[in-house]
């Protein structure tokens, strides 16, 4: 991979803060199963993640982190391990009911808990509740979420004021003909009237922006990298497969009659990308954003 790289008081009693939980419509059309297909190509990045946070051990593990669109889950568990020296307890959530299954039913344990929560309507509850995390961890999740200057004001201010840190991976592939072929077919008919005019619109920043935001929020120790993964695919027929259960799912939820017309647009799609990228194999780059920050 390359990469381009730039340099109140707390409460954990997370278990008692338990805001409604707000079912986005996207929510319902997260498949573990597609979205563990392509396993490898997902996990690569956390495992980095990971490493630009020195580890270290202390006699009593005590930090409290949370795990923002935790999905399946089995990476919250690997962060927990990875941790554990320092980290007690780590609380991921996720509004996607068949993702927190199998969560729940296969990486839950005392030190590592999920729960079902709109990460709007969770940051919500905890900052006006004035708890804290001395950990935040999210991976592939915030791109999701609109207005990231905002959002970075949210987040910093659910990380400890003294000592919190952030661990985030946010994909940056929206330049990406994959993803931007997905926007081209939405605004031609029928999917146009289908989709009742959505296209979907990145929130994500620039990296240096990023650093810019984390320094803003007092975060005094940071380390902000882009890089470039590189996925060796049959063809490009793989690569529309890949966002069929990650990016699509969005046009999935505003689309009319889904059970009907979404398994068109996507083989639509998945055509398109064949005919403009015939070569075999195919290489699908991936563009991601790493970060740490420290207080």
């Not at 982190?65 to 980290?87: N, Q, S, Y």
């Not at 984390?214 to 882009?226: S, W, Y």
């Not at 889904?258 to 990228?277: D, K, N, T, V």
Request: with cysteine; glycine share 4%.
């Amino acid at each position: 991979a390359s990469h381009k790289s730039l340099t109140q008081p707390r409460s954990h009693e997370t278990k008692q803060i338990i805001p409604a939980i707000i079912m986005s419509e996207q929510a319902t059309h997260w498949d573990p199963k597609d979205y563990l297909s392509f396993q490898e190509e997902r996990f690569l990045p956390f495992d980095e993640l990971l490493q630009l946070r020195q580890a270290s051990c202390t006699a009593s593990p005590s930090l409290r982190a949370v795990d923002l669109g935790c999905g399946t889950g089995e990476l919250t568990k690997r962060f927990a391990e990875h941790f554990h020296g320092e980290v007690a307890h780590t609380l991921g959530i996720d509004n996607a009911p068949a993702m927190l299954k199998v969560a729940q039913s296969r990486f839950a344990s005392p030190r590592v808990e999920f729960q079902q929560h709109e990460m709007n309507a969770f940051l919500d509850a905890q900052l006006a509740a004035g708890h804290c995390f001395d950990l935040v961890l999210s991976n592939a999740a915030l791109h999701w979420l609109p207005d990231h200057s905002r959002l970075f004001s949210r987040l910093s201010a659910l990380a400890d004021p003294k000592h919190g840190e952030l661990l985030l991976q946010i994909p940056a592939n929206h330049h990406h003909p994959v993803q931007t072929t997905l926007a081209e077919l939405a605004g031609q008919e029928p999917h146009r009237e289908r989709l009742g005019g959505f296209t979907r619109q990145s929130p994500v920043l620039p990296a240096a922006d990023y650093s810019r935001l984390l320094a803003e929020h007092g975060f005094t120790q940071q380390r902000v990298l882009e890089r470039v993964y590189a996925h060796p695919m049959p063809d490009a027929g793989f690569a529309s497969d890949f966002v069929r259960s990650s990016t699509a799912t969005e046009y999935q939820a505003h689309m009319k009659q889904q059970h009907l017309h979404f398994p068109q647009f996507m083989a639509e799609h998945r055509a398109l990308m064949l005919r403009r990228f015939p070569q075999k194999p195919y290489l699908f780059t991936f563009n991601r954003l790493l970060m740490w920050a420290k207080r």
